[in-house]
């Protein structure tokens, strides 16, 4: 008797139960985050890469030198992050630079 006092009649229904706060929050709409990686070559320098960042992607240099050891070491690396519409110069601006780079 004592165990059906504090048996809790649990409800298995498959209706979700929405929070009408939930509701209200605006749906916001925002444009997808694009990356320009640059890929290892066995041809350009560090320094040149590193002084190429640095104009084509406003890197610091210690920014541009970390990628350029990433790149080396690890045959890619995401150098910028932003709208496609940015990044298309300066990828753009990269090849021109003699150097392998692409936007996804």
Do not use: W
């Not at 070491?73 to 110069?89: A, Q, R």
């Amino acid at each position: 008797m004592v165990i059906r006092s504090l048996y809790k009649k649990i409800d298995f229904s498959t209706n979700p139960k929405v929070n009408p706060e939930d509701e209200r929050q605006p749906i916001v709409k925002t444009e997808r985050k694009h990356e320009l990686i640059l890929f290892n070559d066995e041809v350009n320098t560090f320094d040149y890469v590193t002084k190429t960042l640095m104009a084509v992607c406003d890197h610091t240099f210690i920014q541009a030198q970390q990628c350029t050891y990433i790149v080396h070491f690890s045959g890619k690396c995401v150098v910028k992050t932003g709208s496609i519409s940015d990044l298309e110069s300066r990828c753009i601006r990269l090849l021109d630079a003699g150097l392998t780079a692409e936007i996804v």
